[in-house]
């Protein structure tokens, strides 16, 4: 029935999906949450999420600031200790888009 008024045709695949840094933030920020209590799975997932991001890059979907902010953010997970995961869980400034991009001397 092509007679519908409010029907409007779109192409799918006219313009690829790229995912935003928020969306990119906002999917690290979960899987650590998910395992809050689980430093050491929580770290397991921040491995493999690093893998998508670093494929997006590579694929031109991430810009390298993006890439670098996540990469900073991953680091300073990876690295830390139980009391330092939880602590930067509930740290709100850490989840913030721009996080750590100003250069210290």
Sequence with gaps: MGWWPFRKKRSLHSEPHVRSSKMWIQDLR????KSFDNREAGQLEVESIRVKWQKAFSEK?????????????????LGAGDPEWSHLLDDEDFWKAGWGSKVDD
């Design 30 to 33: 979960e899987i650590c949450e």
């Design 61 to 77: 979907e991430v810009d390298e600031a993006l890439l670098e902010g996540l990469e900073r953010r991953a680091m300073m997970l």
